[in-house]
């Protein structure tokens, strides 16, 4: 019997020495370590974040231009103002596609949404449907009220001049007092997306300050306005609706403003 203990005692101690030194024993007591001091993060949680960058404490609104049916009613151009101006308009249209602007817009500031979201940016929309009512004034309360860091109002132009094409940039006004305060940031933001787009080959035809636009004047947030291109110039009309060129075009707002907020 005593000597049957004793093998035993053998046997376990020569066991536990094995398995003491083994990589296996090593292996899970430093697993168990680094988990405990949160060093190691488990596979799925890595591939989901590769997926989407780390997300971003900024919140961009995205204003799609007009929208379906305009409505001719008339509001302040500005806090207090008395002059007046169409509530919202239904836009121009495209003389090749013979698409609608409010069209063109909603499709454009959709790839920048998601542009944007899987930069880890938070993103809010005036409006996701065509069939909607909200002015001018209404789009830029909405930005206000939801403290928006930025507000991109997406855009097409349009001419009796068939031969113009190019992006345009508009901003509020240096001299209009309704948007001091957002003035600096609006510049800075729109020379940094004009850049970007340039960079990207697109034409830019500059930088414009506007004090007559009601979606301006009500914005206590920075603002720019992006005219995408001309919907009167039959090449460039066609161009917009290219689900590549508007890719190209959204990555580029999208960059411009990677940098602006980088640099606050
Ligand atoms: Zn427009």
Redesign the pocket.
């Known amino acids: 019997m005593k000597k049957y203990r004793v093998l035993v005692g053998i046997i376990i101690a020569v066991s536990i020495g094995i398995i003491g030194t083994s990589d296996f024993a090593k292996n899970l007591y430093k697993a168990s370590n680094l988990i405990s001091k949160g060093i190691i993060v488990d596979d799925k949680k890595e591939q989901n974040e590769s997926k989407k960058e780390v997300e971003k404490d900024i919140l961009i609104c995205i204003d799609p231009?007009?929208q379906e049916k305009g409505d001719s009613n008339s509001e302040p151009v500005a806090p207090g103002s008395y002059v007046k101006k169409a509530r919202v308009s239904s836009?121009?249209t495209g003389v090749a596609t013979k698409k609608p602007?409010y069209i063109l817009n909603l499709e454009a500031s959709t790839v920048l949404k998601h542009i944007l979201e899987d930069k880890g940016y938070k993103v809010i929309m005036t409006r996701e449907s065509h069939d909607v009512n909200i002015s001018n004034s209404e789009r830029a309360i909405f930005a206000n009220n939801n403290k928006a860091d930025m507000v991109v109002r997406v855009?097409?132009d349009s001419l009796n001049d068939s031969g113009k094409t190019g992006a345009s940039i508009l901003i509020p006004a240096k001299e209009s007092k309704y948007t001091t305060a957002i003035y600096e940031d609006s510049k800075n933001c729109a020379n940094l997306i004009s850049d970007k787009m340039k960079e990207a080959g697109i034409k830019v035809n500059g930088i414009f300050e506007r004090g007559d636009l009601t979606g301006f004047n009500w914005s206590q947030v920075p603002v720019v306005l992006v005219e995408m291109g001309f919907l009167s110039n039959y090449t460039e009309d066609q161009m917009m609706s290219n689900p590549e060129y508007q890719r190209k075009l959204m990555q580029a707002i999208s960059n411009g403003l990677d940098e602006y907020f980088t640099n606050k």
Do not use: Y
């Open positions: 231009g007009h836009g121009a602007e855009h097409a």
